[in-house]
């Protein structure tokens, strides 16, 4: 996996994506997740890429920390 986006975020903030909503509503959370993310990493992602989130509690807080990785294919292995 490549990380494609670190969120900080409240425990009933936590992103999510409906399957039900389509392409469009796939965009619209890489949109969200990209927008919201503490660090630029670079990393490109689209609507047919698998993405993994890893949520832990951070410090002492009641914030959460959300990492989102993209599962690397052999067609992205090549590229990088």
Do not use: W
């Not at 670190?6 to 969200?32: K, M, S, W």
């Amino acid at each position: 996996y490549d990380i494609v986006s670190v969120i900080e975020c409240e425990p009933n903030a936590l992103p999510g994506y409906d399957a039900g909503a389509g392409t469009e509503g796939r965009q619209a959370f890489i949109d969200h997740i990209k927008a919201a993310s503490l660090y630029d990493t670079g990393v490109e992602v689209s609507a047919d890429d698998r993405l993994l989130m890893l949520i832990t509690c951070r410090d002492s807080s009641t914030k959460r920390q959300v990492v989102i990785g993209k599962m690397r294919t052999e067609e992205n292995e090549q590229d990088g």
